[in-house]
Nanobody, 115 residues
Framework: QVQLVESGGGLVQPGGSLRLSCVASGPIFSINVMGWWRQAPGKQRELVGSFSRGGNTDYHDSVKGRFTISKNNGWSTMYLQMDSLKPEDTAVYYC?????????WGQGTQVTASS
């Protein structure tokens, strides 16, 4: 099965930047979609952005123009560049991969934007 490991979270002041990484291993060649999700305390998990096999990217309206998803040529590493962070971006960020009708999740990494 696919295994996902996130890194790069931390504490940053509002307006600052962070870059998250997600390293995937296992049968990654047949992944169809990879994406970043987040969950703030007391809220439902929401999709931040995704990258499809066809190369299309999609972003939540609240992060458009501030966050950028990228990946290497394959599916082994995906990044989330987060700029102009706001306090409302504070959440646990999860990497997700979808393959063969199955959804895989990483353990999550905490991002806190606070002064």
């Amino acid at each position: 099965q696919v295994q996902l490991v996130e890194s790069g979270g931390g504490l940053v002041q509002p307006g600052g930047s962070l870059r998250l990484s997600c390293v995937a291993s296992g049968p990654i060649f047949s992944i169809n979609v990879m994406g970043w999700w987040r969950q703030a305390p007391g809220k439902q998990r929401e999709l931040v952005g995704s990258f499809s096999r066809g190369g299309n990217t999609d972003y939540h309206d609240s992060v458009k123009g501030r966050f950028t998803i990228s990946k290497n040529n394959g599916w082994s590493t995906m990044y989330l560049q987060m700029d102009s962070l706001k306090p409302e971006d504070t959440a646990v960020y999860y990497c997700n991969a979808q393959r063969a009708m199955t959804s895989y999740w990483g353990q999550g990494t905490q991002v806190t934007a606070s002064s």
